[in-house]
């Protein structure tokens, strides 16, 4: 990796390096970079996912926890002209 | 153990090993209602200290809630007496790349504990009857337990809530237990399991089975071919004791594992650094006061001065490896790579109960060996902890050895939720092999 892309990385990343910073991570990326190449070897497959064992959305059961009456909410509730009065923004 | 000595052997922890990142001060009200001691990595968000993961951009930062795993040992009567210090966000093997303190290891106060959980596993080794909290993400449990001579239990992906740990890399992480042998393992490494709605990944773990045994393993002759001659010595030394207790001992290729690392080091890294986004100054970090910069100058600001240098490293290669154009070269391979991995594991379970390896090529190196390896050594050393952590397997590091005083691990691993025959084995091995005590806890 060359110092120029480190640089753009950095930018992307937000990061400001100074030029030392930029030359040291340059080395130290490119040899890393070099030991990923052995990744082009391995077969390809379409069977993968983002994580190591399945895992699946769950839902939580809806519950009713308060059913107030709508009468006495209408009742209760600050209104005004047939709309409910919130508190001040500002 | 009561209050006053407690109080004593974690001030010594702390002053002589630097073990801790914020610790409760003396005395320690440590009676009636505790059942037990515990420390966590600085990663884990609790109500009553600071949690900065290592990292100086955190300063000052209090949650307002405890971690699962924190919530349930508290329930269950556990004192949380600290939190321990480790690599800024884990990004580290060896406890070094920390802004708050770096541990010592309790058997040579020249050498690291080992990383990231560096500081946990030096609490498990140097407290008596301490359950030390860790996370790993390629090998920070089973590192640090090498290093300083105590187990140390990873389970599978998805068997302990995450929520309140600071993540590092998200479909990696996992939060397991240090201690100094394995039976407060297995006392509360159902504490803190099970599913947890507030963590979408622990919601579909079929129930903990603490049964089951090892009859048998298999040593993949990749992964010990590289190993120092006495890291050799010690480990088939180790092997013969197991085949001794009427382990059957099974030599297999797994070619697929010499994948693992830089499929690892590529995932670890673009998640990383997508997690480390929100250190910029708005909710999270440092805020400046110099109000005339824009946001992309604020927030480089922010983020130049609060992070280390190892942590900017992952930043950058994470960043470069999602970048248009190389995502499918390197993220998507690197996900179909692990895919590989599990299977060769799989097909590795097929012949016997658990792989075994050495935890590490080496035991704990000393400080100024450290300062002098390039960043490619450094990644190298978790060679042996990563495959079964890309491939979300649980796996346990036990002390099998002491090569020149300093204890070296062997790591088991075992199909997914498998937790229970490792810690079966366990049990076993510390029938047959006595673990030694550091100086540093009398």
Do not use: H
């Given at each position: 990796m060359d110092e120029e892309t480190v640089r753009k990385v950095a930018r992307v990343a937000r990061l400001d390096l100074t030029d030392e910073e930029v030359s040291k991570y340059a080395a130290d990326l490119e040899d890393i970079l070099s030991t990923f190449e052995v990744l082009d070897e391995a077969p390809s497959t379409e069977d993968f996912d983002l994580d190591p064992v399945p895992v699946e959305d769950r839902l939580r059961d809806d519950e009713v926890l308060a059913y107030p009456d709508p009468a006495r909410l209408r009742r209760e509730m600050r209104t005004a002209d047939g709309w409910v009065r919130g508190p001040r923004l500002t | 153990m009561n209050g006053a000595e407690l109080a004593a052997a974690v001030r010594r922890a702390d002053v002589g090993y630097q073990v801790f990142a914020e610790r409760l001060e003396d005395p320690i009200a440590y009676e009636g209602d505790h059942a037990f001691h515990f420390s966590t990595?600085?990663?884990?968000?609790?109500?009553?200290?600071?949690?900065?993961?290592?990292?100086?951009?955190?300063?000052?930062?209090?949650?307002?809630?405890?971690?699962?795993?924190?919530?349930?040992?508290?329930?269950?009567?556990?004192?949380?007496?600290?939190?321990?210090?480790m690599d800024e966000f884990g990004f580290g093997s060896f406890s070094t790349n920390s802004a708050?303190?770096?541990?010592?290891?309790?058997?040579?106060?020249?050498?690291?504990?080992?990383?990231?959980?560096?500081?946990?596993?030096?609490?498990?080794?140097?407290i008596e009857d301490h359950l030390a909290v860790g996370v790993s993400t390629g090998g920070s449990i089973s590192c640090p337990a090498s290093f300083c001579g105590?187990?140390?239990?990873?389970?599978?992906?998805?068997?302990?809530?995450?929520?309140?740990?600071?993540?590092?890399?998200?479909?990696?992480?996992?939060?397991?237990?240090?201690?100094?042998?394995?039976?407060?393992?297995?006392?509360?490494?159902?504490?803190?399991?099970?599913?947890d709605p507030l963590d979408p990944t622990s919601q579909t773990q079929p129930p903990l089975d603490m049964s089951g045994g090892i009859d048998s393993v298999a040593v993949p002759e990749e992964m010990v071919a590289d190993l120092s001659d006495d890291m050799r010595d010690a480990f088939q030394e180790a092997v013969g004791k197991l085949e001794g207790m009427g382990?059957?001992?099974?030599?297999?290729?797994?070619?697929?594992?010499?994948?693992?690392?830089?499929?690892?080091?590529?995932?670890?890294?673009?998640?990383?650094?997508?997690?480390?986004?929100?250190?910029?100054?708005?909710?999270?970090?440092?805020?400046?006061?110099?109000?005339?910069?824009?946001?992309?100058?604020?927030?480089?600001?922010?983020?130049?001065?609060?992070?280390?240098?190892?942590?900017?490293?992952?930043?950058?290669?994470?960043?470069?490896?999602?970048?248009?154009?190389?995502?499918?070269?390197?993220?998507?391979?690197?996900?179909?790579?692990?895919?590989?991995?599990?299977?060769?594991?799989?097909?590795a379970f097929q012949g016997a109960d658990a792989v075994l390896t050495p935890t590490m090529p080496y035991v704990a190196p000393r400080f100024d060996e450290i300062e002098t390896m390039t960043a490619l050594e450094a990644y190298h050393a978790d060679i042996l902890t990563v495959p079964p952590n890309l491939a979300g397997l649980p796996h346990i590091s036990l002390p099998c050895a002491y090569i020149g005083g300093m204890p070296a691990g062997m790591q088991l691993a075992a199909p997914h939720w498998k937790e229970g025959r490792l810690l079966s084995l366990a049990e076993r091995w510390e029938s047959e092999f006595q673990y030694r005590i550091p100086e540093g806890r009398t």
């Open positions: - | 990595k600085d990663n884990l968000c609790s109500i009553d200290f600071q949690t900065r993961s290592g990292s100086r951009i955190l300063e000052g930062y209090r949650p307002p809630f405890d971690a699962t795993a924190i919530e349930r040992l508290r329930k269950a009567g556990g004192l949380l007496i600290g939190k321990t210090n708050i303190g770096v541990p010592r290891n309790p058997f040579d106060l020249e050498r690291c504990c080992g990383g990231s959980s560096g500081g946990a596993a030096a609490a498990a080794s140097l105590v187990v140390g239990l990873t389970p599978t992906y998805g068997r302990v809530s995450r929520w309140g740990l600071i993540d590092y890399g998200t479909s990696l992480d996992k939060v397991g237990l240090l201690s100094a042998s394995s039976a407060p393992i297995r006392r509360y490494l159902p504490v803190i399991s099970g599913p382990v059957e001992v099974l030599k297999v290729a797994m070619p697929a594992l010499r994948y693992a690392l830089p499929a690892y080091y590529i995932l670890a890294t673009a998640e990383a650094s997508t997690n480390m986004a929100r250190y910029c100054g708005m909710r999270y970090g440092d805020i400046v006061e110099d109000t005339d910069l824009g946001f992309n100058e604020l927030f480089s600001s922010v983020r130049s001065r609060g992070l280390g240098s190892e942590t900017k490293r992952r930043i950058l290669l994470g960043t470069f490896c999602r970048m248009v154009g190389l995502r499918d070269r390197y993220y998507i391979k690197a996900l179909q790579v692990r895919q590989l991995v599990i299977r060769q594991y799989e097909e």
